[in-house]
């Protein structure tokens, strides 16, 4: 540990923060050679020292073999062999998913719902762990952990906060960008630390500046040169990198050894687990056996203890691999393929020992490959499919395990890598089926792109050359994909060649009908398919995954209509739905349209902490794309505030429709009606709100003639949906069209009645309080603006708030000047706190909190800690009063 004092210093500081109760997590980056190892020994080491009292922390260690990289769930099960006894105190759906991908108990059928289950499995699993013991999670070589294992680690690592867990990552300094931890980064050694070092190792000072200047500071090279002493190469003018200079010093040691050791080292490298039975085997074919590698052990190159044989460093069995015949290399991988006990190892060796196509052992591949996706590894599913369909002979059999790579691939979150392998199966693809499936898996690209147009367009082209099944499913998704992107045509096109099929579909054809301007035949099918859920909600506890798929059809539906409060219910069910089954990659969709509903219905913080989890979530399972798209409720919520700032940042990665309508909602706030006119004129065609807000923009640009037309389509989408607030909305726009009372006292009575939409009540309040005062009826209008301004304020909406002030003002009312009221008390409360202090509130105790949230009871109780000062409380006894409170304020 020669100059790493700062290095220990931050693991010390990570220890320390474990033993008190707090998680954290650091990765540690660097160039082969520079201490990453070093470094995590050090870590274990300390965990260990119980010094002035700490308490001795139980450490769970994995290293990355590069050979177990296709072996789903390969790191994970080292990490976790020594605790599986704790597996089945865990939450019964968190044991099984990890019963099933380590391979635990017979007949354990449960499966990973999505490629996320794990994470939130092993999440648990250590939270419960350091709830008896601080502990520590050391991960080295993480490059080469299996994919499955390192997506579950990285999750685990970003949602813990309060256990009592550290975890310390190690890898090469090209690999695992943006995981969103803090990292450490091991410099190279200045020439002091590098003198002691050379010195403690005995090498004469007279050699130091020269073997300094060949290793540059890198510590493996240091004591590998060291140890080369007077025979160390000169490096010449261009020398090559420090880890090939270390590798061909690995080479010339290698070369040294006598043949039969040399091919015992092939075979431990080519095998790579260190699985010494297996290897064993592999060497009997080739009559060499364990004694054959006593002189590498000699030459500390390889460590034979107990079942294994071990490198001293990865460097050393890249060069005992690299450097053997490749002729004798196939041979190797043919003797350990026989000599295997696993499948996945056989396979692996089959398929390096394969030097032209062949089916059998593409086909063994496969079968892997599919064992893998049904663990939800998909990045390993991936890459055993692209084996299989190089070495796979027939045209059609290549592309059809190319496309199933591809859309692993997507799974895993690649939508690069899957248009690219979609492309190259094309290549291969004659059967028209096979091309429609292929064509799903671009479409699903294009969409992840951000270009639903195009997605659709390719599912509906397509969708002809598909099974009825297959094509219903495809156009179902074009016409979502068409409806989001505003290209109604293709929603249209989608529902024609669904009915041509005998396949007609509710929503599609709901949604066709109002895309062509039918509201009145459109509309009520919407309707339909929304009560038909509601009620096999109700009668259905235990919904199977397609009713789950209709259910997320009429939360859509629900939107396009604007029922709120149906769109509220189906989209809590279904959260809840996303969270008890671990479907963490559907949830941040979910709570977008969750969100976005609890805007309309005025519970803009609620909607504040389901976008903070949404996104949160996102960023925890890298589902870095379209956080723009989730973050649009807020821009909402910020244009209603008047907050221009903060809109423009919210929507920087927004789709165009959705930039649109905020910002034409910020501009209308602000007074900016013509720049208002222009955007909603740009986004009506797909958005009945904004055909609204278009009348009044129209109005007060002093363009009323452009007004008429959104008027009476929005009245005909009105009275189709039987929304009341929306009528109440479309009688507005004619009152403020009109310039008459009639209309105005008939929406203010629906709103009344009817309740729903704050902010749409409060600006029937704002205009009907301006015209009665400017009708000289001063004393009338005090009432609907006092109404108005107390939504407005409880709303922040303050350029609104402002404007009824004014009015008041003109009204001769003394309190229009008043302060704002006093902010909701919750309002002290971070998003994830005013989660949890929900859920406390209505009984739900911490360990069920945590499931629904994907967080452990520790963080919860931390949650609860913090949130109490804030509300002025001491126990959970008290929360139901504080939000009864919160609850009457915002009424």
């Known amino acids: 540990m020669y100059g790493r004092e700062a290095e220990q210093a931050e693991i010390d500081r990570l220890l320390a923060d474990a033993r008190a109760g707090r998680s954290g997590a650091l990765l540690v980056r660097g160039e082969a050679g520079i201490g990453k190892s070093a470094l995590l020994g050090y870590a274990e080491r300390a965990a260990a020292d119980a010094g002035d009292g700490a308490p001795r922390m139980r450490v769970l260690r994995a290293t990355g073999v590069e050979a177990e990289q296709d072996i789903p769930f390969a790191g994970l099960h080292q990490l976790l062999w020594p605790v599986q006894d704790r597996i089945d105190a865990l939450p019964p759906v968190h044991a099984r998913t990890l019963q099933a991908v380590l391979g635990l108990g017979a007949g354990v059928e449960c499966r990973p719902s999505d490629r996320f289950g794990a994470g939130l499995a092993l ?23 299996d994919r499955g294992t390192s997506e579950a680690l990285l999750f685990a690592a970003r949602r813990l906060a309060a256990e009592g867990v550290a975890m310390l990552f190690a890898t090469r300094e090209e690999t695992f960008g943006g995981t969103g931890l803090p990292e450490l980064r091991p410099r190279r050694l200045a020439r002091a630390d590098a003198g002691r070092l050379l010195a403690d190792r005995g090498l004469p000072a007279a050699l130091h500046d020269r073997v300094f200047r060949e290793s540059a500071g890198n510590p493996l090279a240091l004591i590998e040169f060291a140890a080369a002493g007077r025979g160390l190469p000169d490096g010449g003018v261009t020398p090559l990198p420090v880890a090939d200079r270390v590798l061909a ?29 297996t290897q064993l085997g592999a060497a009997q074919r080739f009559g060499v056996d364990l004694s ?123 939508a690069e890598a899957a248009l690219s392998l979609a492309a190259e199966a094309e290549q291969y693809a004659g059967d028209p089926a096979e091309r429609a499936r292929l064509a799903s898996v671009r479409a699903a690209v294009e969409f992840e792109r951000g270009d639903p147009c195009s997605a659709a367009r390719l599912l509906v082209e397509h969708a002809a050359g598909a099974a009825p099944a297959e094509a219903r499913t495809m156009l179902r998704t074009a016409a979502t994909y068409a409806w989001t992107t505003g290209e109604l045509a293709g929603v249209r096109d989608a529902a024609e060649r669904l009915r041509a099929l005998g396949r007609p579909d509710k929503a599609v054809d709901g949604m066709a009908l109002v895309a062509a301007g039918d509201h009145e035949a459109g509309l009520p099918l919407l309707t339909e398919l929304i ?38 219910e189906l989209a809590a069910a279904h959260a809840a739905y996303c969270r008890a089954g671990g479907l963490l990659g559907s949830l941040p969709g979910v709570l977008r349209a969750q969100a ?160 729903g939409r704050p902010f749409e009540r409060a600006r029937t309040q704002l205009l009907y309080g301006e015209w009665l005062r400017r009708s000289r009826r001063r004393s009338d209008a005090r009432a609907p603006l006092r109404s108005a301004l107390e939504t407005f304020e409880r709303l922040r909406a303050a350029p609104w708030a402002e404007r009824a002030r004014a009015e008041l003002r003109a009204t001769g009312d003394a309190g229009a000047t008043a302060p704002a009221a006093a ?59 504080v939000l009864a409170a919160a609850g009457r304020a915002e009424s």
């Open 531 to 568: 009560a038909e859920v509601r009620a096999a909600e109700a009668s259905s506890p235990a919904p199977d995954a397609a009713f789950a798929d209709r259910r997320m059809e009429a939360v859509h539906a629900g939107l396009i209509v604007g029922d709120d409060e149906a769109t509220l």
């Open 292 to 414: 054959d590698l006593a002189a590498a052990e000699q030459a500390r190159l390889v460590e034979v203890t107990g079942g294994s044989i071990t490198f001293r460093h990865p460097l050393v069995r890249a060069a005992a691999y690299q450097d053997a015949p490749s002729a004798l290399r196939v041979e190797v991988h043919r003797a350990l393929a026989e000599a295997a006990d696993d499948p996945s190892c056989r396979a692996r060796h089959r398929a390096s020992a394969a030097v032209t196509p062949d089916e059998s052992v593409a086909a063994e591949l496969e079968t892997q490959a599919a064992r893998a996706a049904e663990l939800a590894d998909f990045d390993t599913a991936a890459s055993l499919y692209r084996q299989a369909a190089w070495l796979t002979p027939d045209r059609p059999g290549r592309a059809r395990r190319l496309r199933h790579a591809a859309s692993a691939v997507l799974r895993a979150g690649h």
């Open 249 to 277: 010093s690995f080479r010339a040691q290698i070369a040294a050894l006598p043949e039969r050791a040399r091919l015992m080292l092939l075979i431990a490298a080519a095998e790579g687990r260190g699985y010494m039975p």
């Open 596 to 755: 976005q509903a609890q805007v309309a219905a005025g519970l803009h913080r609620d909607a504040e902490s389901t976008v903070a989890e949404a996104v949160a979530l996102a960023r925890d399972i890298g589902l870095r794309r379209g956080t723009g798209l989730l973050r649009e409720p807020l821009a909402r919520i910020a244009a209603i505030e008047g907050d221009e700032q903060r809109v423009r940042e919210l929507l920087a990665d927004a789709p165009p429709d959705a930039a649109a309508y905020a910002l034409g909602l910020l501009d209308l706030g602000l007074g900016r009606h013509a720049d208002a006119l222009r955007r909603f004129e740009d986004v009506a065609h797909r958005m009945a709100a904004a055909e609204a807000d278009r009348v009044k923009a129209a109005v007060r640009a002093g363009d009323p003639d452009r007004a008429r037309e959104p008027l009476e389509r929005f009245q005909r989408w009105a009275q189709a949906g039987g929304q009341p607030w929306a009528l109440a909305v479309a009688a507005r726009c004619r009152a403020l069209l009109d310039d008459a009372e009639e209309p105005f006292a008939e929406a203010v009575r629906l709103h009344a009645e009817h309740g």
């Open 823 to 881: 902010p909701d008390v919750l309002d002290r409360l971070t998003p994830q706190e005013r989660q949890v202090v929900r859920l406390a509130a209505d009984g739900v105790s911490s360990r069920e909190i945590a499931a629904q949230l994907f967080l452990s009871p520790r963080t919860v109780e931390y949650h609860l800690y913090k949130a109490y000062p804030k509300l002025g409380v001491s126990s959970r006894r008290e929360l139901p009063r």
């Open 123 to 145: 999440l648990t699993l250590l939270a419960d762990l350091a709830d008896r013991q601080p502990l520590l999670c050391l991960v080295d070589d993480l490059q080469w952990i």
